[in-house]
Antibody, heavy 121, light 106 residues
Framework: QVQLQESGPGLVRPSETLSLTCAVSGYSIRSGLYWGWIRQSPGKGLEWIGSTYYAGSTYHNPSLKSRVTISVDASKNQLSLKLSSVTAADTALYYC??????????????WGQGALVTVSS | DIQMTQSPSSLSASVGDRVTITCRASHSIGTYLNWYQQKPGKAPKLLIYSASTLQSGVPSRFSGSGSGTDFTLTISSLQPEDFATYYC?????????FGQGSKVDI
């Protein structure tokens, strides 16, 4: 059973880079599945950020693509998110998620418990 | 992006009530529609995928239907643990987009 646990700084200053890590347990990140991030804020609701596959393919939300880096560290069985040039609009609860595919017809399950990130000086 | 619109945004109901939530897509998405339940302080949890298939472990009082642009989530007999916010999500095309949520409370 896949379990996901996010971690990272809860406060990031404007214009800096937000960095989060997701520890994966109960499943090898090399064994398949797509690993990604979704955020939730009062203003924008639930927003898919992007997802990546261990063997290479990465997908991003076009609205964030130029600022997002999603990567996998198979040696640590963890996923990371970097979001550059943050503003207050990036304040949100960030969830680590899995999906079996990123093609038509997939879904996100399970989700991590979430990590709250506030952007403020 | 495909826009997902849910109605109502919130509703008040009682234990035992039949509850229906609607989700409308801005473009036809076939049956590529998922439903999630979120309780306060918790992450969303997958309830239904592909419009009508119950995720393992989800009680049979939940059901989903629809295709094209109009979808429905029905709770046949509301239980105390069902008071939550429900979200639809389309998986027809990237980026997968979510509805704004429908909160079910007492």
């Amino acid at each position: 059973q896949v379990q996901l646990q996010e971690s990272g700084p809860g406060l990031v200053r404007p214009s800096e880079t937000l960095s989060l890590t997701c520890a994966v347990s109960g499943y090898s990140i090399r064994s398949g599945l797509y690993w990604g991030w979704i955020r939730q804020s009062p203003g924008k609701g639930l927003e898919w950020i992007g997802s990546t596959y261990y063997a290479g393919s990465t997908y991003h939300n076009p609205s964030l693509k130029s600022r997002v880096t999603i990567s996998v560290d198979a040696s640590k069985n963890q996923l990371s998110l970097k979001l550059s040039s943050v503003t207050a609009a990036d304040t949100a609860l960030y969830y680590c998620v899995t999906s079996y595919s990123m093609t038509t017809g997939s879904w996100f399950d399970p989700w991590g418990q979430g990590a709250l990130v506030t952007v403020s000086s | 992006d495909i826009q997902m619109t849910q109605s109502p945004s919130s509703l008040s109901a009682s234990v035992g009530d039949r509850v229906t939530i609607t989700c409308r897509a801005s473009h036809s998405i076939g049956t590529y529609l998922n439903w999630y339940q979120q309780k306060p302080g918790k992450a969303p949890k997958l309830l239904i995928y592909s419009a009508s298939t119950l995720q393992s472990g989800v009680p049979s009082r939940f059901s989903g239907s629809g295709s094209g642009t109009d979808f429905t989530l029905t709770i046949s007999s509301l239980q105390p643990e069902d008071f939550a916010t429900y979200y639809c999500q389309q998986s027809s095309s990237l980026p997968g987009t979510f509805g704004q949520g429908s909160k079910v409370d007492i």
